[in-house]
């Protein structure tokens, strides 16, 4: 592995749980404002799959973007990480968002998505074609899925084949937001 590789993290790896405080602060609005990011694709009375939500950084604007009718459900790989969202979710009495335990094969959801972010995370998915199959399954007709990567752990060429696995599979990029720090795209079954 290269230098740059190591000093970058570009190697597989999942974020431990312990850590994920560092991007739920408010200096991280300069950069990532999770309204100006995500306003254009969500509305009021959605229902929102946010894969990787760490403590909560976007999961609770999307809350308050989706209203009392929509529903935010929050699914992540590391327990200890949504037994701390969830203590954030009951203190804010956020009634719309519920906490699910991925076990990495299936979502184990019943529901349909109008939304799905995977911000920052789709580089930590150990089997890629197991979850694109499941992003499918999960996602409504003309919904959108956010995908964003950071720029500084995932090269261009590495984006661009995750990518390429997601066309494989039916999916399209109907966009190419521009995210501070981050490569994006928006896709559609």
């Not at 993290?9 to 602060?25: A, I, Q, V």
């Not at 939500?53 to 209203?67: D, E, H, R």
């Not at 752990?153 to 190419?176: M, N, P, Q, R």
Request: proline fraction near 4%; hydrophobic fraction near 45%; glycine fraction near 6%.
């Amino acid at each position: 592995m290269s230098i740059i590789n190591k000093i970058f993290s570009r190697e597989k790896h999942t974020c431990p749980w312990w850590l994920c405080f560092t991007f739920d602060n408010p200096v991280r609005e300069i950069f990532h404002n999770p309204f100006k990011i995500l306003g254009s694709y969500v509305k009021a009375d959605d229902k929102i799959l946010d894969i990787g939500p760490g403590m909560g950084y976007f999961t609770f604007p999307l809350s308050k973007m989706t209203g009392e009718r929509g529903k935010v459900i929050a699914l992540d790989i590391q327990a200890g990480m949504l037994k701390i969202l969830d203590k954030k979710i009951k203190a804010k009495k956020a009634g719309n968002i519920d906490v699910r335990l991925y076990d990495g094969v299936k979502f184990n959801i019943n529901e349909k998505f109008d939304f799905i972010l995977l911000f920052w995370m789709f580089h930590e998915v150990r089997n890629k074609n197991v979850f694109i199959k499941e992003l499918g399954s999960v996602l409504k007709p003309n919904g959108k899925i956010l995908i964003s990567e950071p720029r500084i752990h995932v090269s261009e060429k590495s984006f661009y084949e995750s990518i390429a696995l997601l066309t494989d599979y039916g999916f399209k990029i109907v966009e190419e937001p521009k995210i501070a720090l981050s490569r994006a795209v928006i896709m559609q079954k």
